[in-house]
């Protein structure tokens, strides 16, 4: 029986639909707007997969993993670590250590980007690690694309790939004033089936890439001019910002902004704010990008649009934009709205506005489980 060490940090995520673009430091103030944990759900989602495999669970006590164990029907697992009411980073770090101790085949843990470098602190290469995703933030590339892709890699342990993943960090208190600074931390190993493990997020700057960005953003502004009297919800990433400052509105680069013809409604709207305007709206629109080379057209980066947003907006109303060469260098998309029938909804392909009254026809990934 393969021995896995499994973690949850219990406050991950928490920052996103309440719009602070992450946790860290931040979790009175999270708790305060209204943030309900999500990474336990998340674990939980992978867990009811994992019932009855050949695996032997080391885990945390209570919110870190046993809470999970129990509620998943998991009977194959033993509390190594006793964690507090209050978990922070050190807890992850000591659990962790706890793990290697026991030699586990593996690290698995449900967290941001933040936890996995926490786990990668300790960790290193000794052993594999796999992130079930539920942070604000994913940049790094050792998250599984879902929860269920995540159990679908160790129900298939045997039978999959390796590789070395990155390890990114984002500077949040930066990434809340609107600038994007990471840091490669390193390189972990990451057991790998393709499609099922997300690549590390990449920025584009190519030659060409202001220049598609700009036919992108008129013809969007012609469709936006055409319709004025529809709300548009504009989303993060400097595509978008273009089309903003094509329109003559200053728009939050990591945010989501609301807009009426060329002017302002609202900037940097969370959940709450966006249900808010939506519901005295009669028509309105969202218009997103996708994370480069990951492949992320709604779940990460995106937490403040929740799934109750997408059915209320409907799929037919929702606007994706991405340039070329972004798009070349990102085979197959992805949406992770949290709720897999709402994901299927989508269907398997999806249409990417990439330049003036141009559109690619996308894979999306949909999962046959």
Known sequence: MRQIGFLVNPFAGMGGAVGLKGTDGLLEEAKKRGAVPLAPARALAALRLLRGSDIHFLTCSGSMGEDEMKEAGITTYSVEYKAPEMTGADDTRNACRIFLGHAVDAIVFCGGDGTARD??????????VLGIPAGVKMYS????????????????????????????????????????RTTLYGYARTPYIPE???????????????????????????VIDGTPEVLT?????TTTAKI?????????????????????????????????????EKKWRLIISIIGSQGFVLGRGTQQVSADIIRKTGI????????????SHT????????????NASFGDHI???SGYRIAQRKRLFQPDY
């Open 119 to 128: 786990v990668y602190d300790i960790v290193g290469t000794h052993v594999s």
């Open 141 to 180: 590339g050792v998250f599984a694309i879902t929860p269920a892709a995540a159990a679908e890699i160790l129900n298939t342990a045997g039978e999959v790939g390796v590789r070395d993943a990155e390890v990114v960090d984002v500077d949040e208190e930066a990434y809340r004033h609107g600038h994007l």
């Open 196 to 222: 099922r493990v997300a690549s590390s997020k990449q920025v584009f700057e190519q030659p060409d890439e202001e220049r598609a960005k700009a036919e992108i953003a008129q013809f969007i502004a012609e």
């Open 233 to 237: 919800l504009l989303g993060p990433g």
């Open 244 to 280: 903003a400052q094509v329109l003559g509105i200053k728009k939050t680069l990591l945010g989501f902004d609301a807009i009426r013809g060329r002017e302002l409604v609202a900037a940097d709207l969370n959940e709450g704010g966006i249900l808010a305007l939506i519901n005295d």
């Open 316 to 327: 037919k109303n929702i606007i994706v934009v991405a340039t070329p060469y972004k798009l």
């Open 331 to 342: 085979p197959v998309l992805y949406i992770d709205t949290g709720d897999s029938a709402l």
């Open 351 to 353: 249409q990417v506005i």
